[in-house]
């Protein structure tokens, strides 16, 4: 069983920048899809950004495009989130998320198996 740790959360004014990071406690590599979503209060949870298994496919939500950038450092079991030019509507806890089995399809919480605990992104105005 995949456990995750996420890190690299905090407080940052608006236009400023975060690197998330996501510890995989086993190897992972294309057998796996691997993404980050988000949940803010009082909101359903939502997909951020993911690799399909097999990595050949990416998904960006439409309000994060350009913005942020996910990428995956195999031999250090790390997935990673650069947010850039982070908006007060980012606010959020950042949860990552595994499964073996998303090969295509909308990116959605309930497809995915294994879950990290969260970090929380707080952008000030």
């Known amino acids: 069983q995949v456990q995750l740790v996420e890190s690299g959360g905090g407080s940052v004014q608006a236009g400023g920048s975060l690197r998330l990071s996501c510890a995989a406690s086993e190897y992972i590599d294309s057998s796996y899809s691997m993404g980050w979503f988000r949940q803010a209060p009082g909101k359903e949870r939502e997909a951020v950004a993911a690799?399909?298994?097999?990595?050949?496919?990416?998904y960006y939500a439409d309000s994060v495009k350009g913005r942020f950038t996910i990428s995956q450092d195999n031999a250090k079991n790390t997935l990673y989130l650069q947010m850039n030019r982070l908006k007060p509507e980012d606010t959020a806890m950042y949860y990552c998320a595994a499964d073996e089995a998303v090969v295509a399809g909308p990116i959605k919480s309930n497809r995915f198996h294994y879950w990290g605990q969260g970090t929380q992104v707080t952008v000030s105005s």
């Open positions: 690799f399909y298994v097999g990595g050949g496919s990416t």
